[in-house]
C-alpha cells in the first residue's frame, strides 16, 4: 500500500516547557553526541482534540501541540480525517522521565493512541486503531529521529521499544504493543536497526516477544541515505 506524504510535520521545541515537574528534570541536560537510537512508546491512551483548539490553530498544528504536555522528544498521531501529524516536542538536551533506564541516551518517540500487547488482543471498543496515516506518522517520526541522530551523533543506532528499558518491577513492559512495533518495523529508515534483545537494565527489562520479533525485516542491501537530508521538513 502506498506510503502517505507525511504533511504536518510541526517544530515545537522552542515552545515553553509546559512538562509538569515530575515529568522531567530542569536542572539535567542531555548531550546528543551521545544518543544511542530510538525508544519506541504508546501514549496509552486515545488522543482527542478540543474544538476550541481546533478553531484556534487548525486541527494538525492543535494535536501536535498536546505532544508539549507529554514526555516524548517525539510525538505522532492522526487528525479525525486520519491525517498523519508529526511533532518534536522538546530540545534534545530536555531530560524528560518518558523511557526510565533509556532516558539519558535515546530519543523518545511516542505514538497516540492504546495499542494490546499483541495485535490478536485488539478490542475496538477499547483500543486505538493502526490506520494508514497512523502508520505513515509513525514512519515520519522514525525518519524525524534518524534525521536528528546522523547530524548529532556517530551510530551505531538502534529502535528499541519501553518494555526493554524497564528500571523496576512495576514498568511497562507491555509498551508500545505489537501494532507500534510491525509499523515501526515496516518503515525503518537505512540507519536504525530493530534491536529486540537490548536491555537497558537486564534485571528489569524484558526482550520483544515472539509476537513482534515476526515484524523484523531481513537485512537487505540498500544504498545509505543521507538521513538529515531525508528527514521530513518541520514548520
Not at 519501553?162 to 514498568?171: E, F, K, L, S, T
Amino acid at each position: 500500500m502506498p506510503q502517505q506524504q507525511i504533511q504536518h510535520v510541526f517544530d515545537l521545541s522552542q515552545e515553553p516547557c509546559e512538562l509538569a515537574p515530575y515529568r522531567w528534570n530542569r536542572h539535567r541536560r542531555r548531550d546528543p553526541s551521545k544518543f544511542a537510537g530510538v525508544v519506541l512508546h504508546e501514549w496509552g491512551t486515545r488522543v482527542g482534540t478540543e474544538q476550541r483548539f481546533r478553531l484556534r490553530y487548525g486541527e494538525p498544528l492543535a494535536l501536535a501541540r498536546r505532544a508539549l504536555a507529554a514526555p516524548y522528544t517525539i510525538s505522532c498521531g492522526v487528525t479525525r480525517a486520519d491525517e498523519p501529524v508529526v511533532a518534536l516536542a522538546h530540545p534534545l538536551e530536555r531530560y524528560t522521565y518518558s523511557s526510565d533506564a533509556g532516558n539519558t541516551y535515546w530519543i523518545s518517540i511516542g505514538v497516540m493512541g492504546l495499542f494490546p500487547f499483541e495485535s490478536a488482543q485488539h478490542d475496538p471498543r477499547r483500543h486505538s486503531e493502526m490506520t494508514d496515516g497512523l502508520r505513515a506518522a509513525i514512519a515520519g517520526a522514525l525518519q524525524l529521529a534518524a534525521g536528528w541522530l546522523a547530524l548529532c551523533a556517530s551510530g551505531p543506532f538502534s529502535v528499541i521499544t519501553h518494555r526493554q528499558c524497564a528500571n523496576g518491577p512495576g514498568d511497562h513492559v507491555v509498551c508500545p504493543g505489537e501494532a507500534v512495533v510491525e509499523a515501526a518495523c515496516a518503515t525503518l529508515p537505512p540507519s536504525l536497526t530493530a534491536d529486540p534483545d537490548r536491555l537497558l537494565l537486564p534485571e528489569f527489562g524484558r526482550p520483544w516477544p515472539a509476537s513482534w520479533r515476526r515484524h523484523i525485516a531481513p537485512p537487505m542491501q540498500v544504498p545509505l541515505l543521507d538521513e538529515a537530508e531525508d528527514a521530513p521538513r518541520i514548520v
